[in-house]
């Protein structure tokens, strides 16, 4: 109970390790040791006998415990590992009962040997299960983090609003990966002429709010308050400084989609950094939507982003419990499948690949239904002409639906990240994903034809 209150690095934590595994642990061993006559297992079989019976039952047993645990909750083949690793090791409590038995006359030296036995392999088998376990449950749940990655998650969430602050912190703590924990970033631009002492107090609340926000997710956003002549400038500056992965904006309840926002400043964004954008405007709470439509262009596949933004878009259905619907064609929806089996969510694909239909999906969005468009660049991939008029469409016939305009990243030398497999950096920043990343890519590499 008091762990919590012992600081890791401290010294006091030091001292209790010490003393721990330099004094305590080892009498431990040597004096269990000690207990055990070696030579009543070359003397008969009993002890050897009685030594393999309590050693099969005890194993047996908690394995079984596992096993009901996993079927009755619904865990992972990882959990049941875990779970069997840290319950099967049997040794103080046990070898203390035994001792009791063994002095009031009531259990035999053959017993005190076997139990002796029994604890020696069943923490043995439980070290290596439990690490086993907890291995494999790393990679599901996307936690193994690479330390020779290239690319760290960073979030930049600039906020300019109160009124928007909430949502878009909230947004980003759904959409990052759970090590994640110190790498948000929570940016506010003053105009480097005519600043005034309110609105260094109005951004300094801006930025305590956001603080506060993530401290409540057990997650430190970092706040940063640059002076700019204009946003764009100020945001790609501190994306260059602090080498940011994602940028999460967000537009007024009461703000239209404009050309001039997606021209200049999403437009300036995604030429001069190498970061996924997301747009996201909130008419109701994040907790509050049931089910998010993802529509995915054609060819989205073979650009160098799609690991990436998919990854975010997995994060979001899984923190959310919302149900996510992808409207794909058949070869993305295929992969989705493969990757739904290792990393299920609750989800369902519908083949969609006209976009010169897109209003269609306007039947499909009502009350609680939010909208996450997967958008890209001209003359990339998966680019297409519609998309040119997603913003008059959202306006017109969403504007009462939570939406989210995604721009992955966008590489500036292939279309098709299938010639990129052989990219060390490449490579790594997908495997910085986790199990995540290397779930897809090898259904990317399933899926490639030239393989």
Not at 332 to 352: M, R, S, Y
Request: with cysteine; proline share 3%.
């Amino acid at each position: 109970a008091m762990n919590k209150l012992i600081p890791h690095i401290s010294p006091l934590m030091n001292r209790i390790d010490f003393v721990g595994n330099a004094i305590f642990i080892p009498i431990f061993l040597i004096s269990v040791g000690m207990l055990i006559d070696y030579r009543a297992f070359v003397t008969g079989f009993e002890t050897i006998k009685v030594a393999i019976v309590m050693t099969v039952v005890a194993i047996s047993a908690k394995f079984l415990a596992a096993w009901a645990t996993q079927k009755i909750y619904g865990y992972s083949n990882a959990e049941r590992k875990l779970i069997f690793g840290l319950s099967n090791a049997q040794a103080a409590a046990t070898l203390a009962a035994v001792m009791v038995g063994h002095r009031v006359g009531l259990l035999d030296d053959n017993i005190l040997n076997g139990t002796i036995v029994m604890i020696l392999v069943t923490c043995t088998i439980a070290s290596f299960r439990a690490q086993k376990g907890a291995i494999d449950l790393s990679f599901a749940e996307g936690n193994l983090e690479d330390e020779n990655t290239l690319t760290e998650e960073r979030i930049l969430i600039p906020i300019a609003n109160k009124d928007t602050l909430k949502d878009l912190v909230e947004l980003s703590l759904v959409i990052k990966s759970k090590t994640n924990t110190q790498d948000l970033y929570a940016l506010n631009i003053i105009k480097s002429t005519g600043t005034t002492p309110q609105a260094e107090k109005e951004s300094l609340k801006l930025l305590e709010e956001a603080v506060r926000l993530g401290a409540g997710a057990e997650t430190v956003i970092q706040p940063l308050r640059r002076y700019d002549m204009n946003v764009l400038n100020g945001i790609l500056g501190i994306v260059k400084k602090y080498a940011i992965t994602d940028v999460v904006m967000g537009l007024h309840v009461k703000q239209e989609i404009s050309e001039s926002f997606l021209g200049d400043l999403i437009e300036g964004i995604l030429e001069k950094t190498r970061s996924t954008t997301f747009v996201y405007k909130a008419i109701q709470p994040l907790s509050t939507i049931r089910k998010r439509l993802v529509i995915i262009p054609p060819n989205a596949d073979k650009e160098i982003g799609f690991p990436f933004w998919l990854s975010k878009i997995w994060n979001l259905g899984r923190n959310t419990g919302a149900k996510l619907s992808f409207y794909a064609t058949n070869d993305i929806l295929e992969i989705l499948k493969q990757i739904n089996k290792t990393h299920p969510i609750d989800v369902d694909f519908k083949e969609f690949s006209d976009w010169n239909d897109f209003l269609v999906l306007s039947k499909e969005v009502g009350k609680d239904v939010g909208l996450i468009i997967v958008m890209s660049r001209l003359r990339k991939a998966s680019y297409h002409e519609t998309m040119k008029r997603v913003p008059d469409y959202i306006n017109k016939y969403f504007k009462n639906t939570n939406f989210m305009l995604l721009y992955p990243v966008q590489s500036a030398t292939t279309d098709n990240y299938h010639n990129d497999m052989a990219n060390a950096s490449l490579l790594a920043s997908i495997r910085n994903l986790g199990g995540f990343g290397e779930a897809l890519l090898s259904t990317v590499k399933k899926s490639d034809p030239s393989e």
